[in-house]
């Protein structure tokens, strides 16, 4: 047995029930920001075990803010939903549907359902500063937030200045018919695209923020939707000159929504991240710092305390997941081979082949930071070939503060 493979043993527990969860809450102590990843968007624990995590985290910690790496406009839905805000009686799955870009099984799946049910039944016999929030915090949905300004305003404030650089910004867009791709393509011959027409968008709202209601979060709703646009607006520009600096925009954008979430909350908020090992994970602790990309747990770590913040990362070592072959095509259940040789994942099995917790702490975070490959499983798979591009070299004790393995894990159930 090699020794990070005696380390394993020596320092993981296993995870047999969810009461074992309770070493994590525990280790968790008063971070005020809880980063919950995922190996794949596909895999049903993944959503299972974060789900049982962020309810014990609302209950024993007072959380009440949850962020996923999903659109605003659709997370508002839920959001609403949740927080009763909606009208008429509304059913869970119909709410899901909200979330209609593809990969649309990344939220609307029934582990999600059972989770969004669990959060409306607890904000029922919650007092309103208990109540829970659900948020979007990704950056694609151009469109669809230019789209829900203009409607606010017109209804709001249909004589003011906002709505009318609402209506540009708009208009600058509109010729693109709602690709992403080909306004990226033309942006690299357009002097300086779009960007004004955001920018100014974002600044005017910023500015006169004080002017539109508060009920049912209208204003922060309004502020992230004209953020997105113009945070959306410089990625795709990005995406035609460098993937690497796509990324970065991205997920600056992320932790920007995060804070602007957490601000709105008061001094005392507490917010639970949902994302994917590559967000939530340090990005210095992997070979994406070569390549001069960051990532939300990282910067998130860099602007806060190191005990306000805290990480877990997720794995497995086989399986079934959904993804699909090339990019918006139809999902498939998909087949996930046994780990690779000398791959995190097997050292994980080959100490135990059971499910495992595993806290790093300072007393043991050497040990498990020799460079090691770790999977990663994106929407888009080929098992066959997932030895070329699906494992991260990383410093597993540095890139999180806890690990939780999976040794066997099976896909999660989209709504059709």
Request: hydrophobic share 40%.
């Amino acid at each position: 047995m090699s020794s990070l493979e005696q380390s394993i043993k020596k320092y993981a527990r296993p995870f047999e029930t969810e009461k074992d969860l309770s070493t994590i809450i525990e280790a968790i102590g008063d971070a005020k920001i809880v980063l919950l990843g995922e190996a794949s968007h596909g895999t049903s624990e993944f959503y299972s075990v974060r789900a049982e995590l962020s309810k014990r985290l609302v209950l024993e910690k007072g959380f009440t803010l949850i962020a996923v790496e999903g659109d605003w406009p659709s997370s508002q839905q839920v959001n609403h939903y949740i927080k009763g805000y909606s009208e008429g009686k509304e059913d869970v799955l119909d709410v899901l549907k909200a979330f209609n870009r593809w990969p649309t099984w990344m939220w609307a799946n029934e582990e999600m359902a059972d989770f969004i049910l669990w959060l409306k039944e607890h904000n029922v016999k919650s007092e309103e500063s208990q109540r829970v929030g659900f948020y979007g915090i990704d950056v694609y949905s151009l469109w669809e937030s230019l789209d829900e300004v203009i409607t606010y305003l017109s209804k709001t404030n249909p004589g003011s200045a906002d709505l009318e650089l609402a209506k540009k910004a708009f208009a600058c867009f509109e010729p693109f018919n709602r690709h992403p791709e080909t306004y990226a393509m033309s942006s690299i011959n357009i002097s300086e695209a779009c960007v004004d027409e955001v920018s100014k968008l974002l600044k005017s709202i910023r500015a006169h923020e004080d002017n539109y209601n508060h009920v049912q979060e209208a204003d922060l709703n309004l502020k992230i939707n004209a953020m997105v646009a113009q945070n959306a607006e410089e990625y795709y520009r990005a995406m035609v000159c460098s993937d690497d600096i796509s990324w970065n925009v991205r997920d600056e954008h992320m932790v920007e929504v995060i804070n602007e979430v957490m601000d709105y909350n008061g001094h005392d908020a507490k917010i639970i991240v949902w994302e994917h090992n590559t967000h939530i994970g340090d990005a210095s602790a992997t070979d994406m710092e070569a390549a001069g990309m960051v990532n939300v747990g990282q910067i998130l770590r860099l602007q806060n305390r190191k005990e306000n913040v805290y990480s877990v990362g997720f794995g497995t070592y086989k399986g079934t997941v959904i993804a699909a072959e090339q990019w918006a095509e139809p999902f498939k259940i998909m087949k996930v081979p046994v780990a690779m040789k000398d791959s995190w994942e097997h050292a994980m099995h080959a100490a135990g082949d059971f499910n495992q917790l595993l806290i790093f702490d300072d007393d043991n975070r050497h040990l498990f930071d020799n460079w090691i490959g770790h999977r990663a499983i994106g929407v888009v798979y080929n098992p066959e070939f997932e030895a070329y591009g699906n494992y991260v070299p990383s410093k597993m004790g540095s890139r999180y503060d806890a690990f939780i393995y999976l040794d066997e894990t099976k896909a999660l159930t989209p709504i059709e």
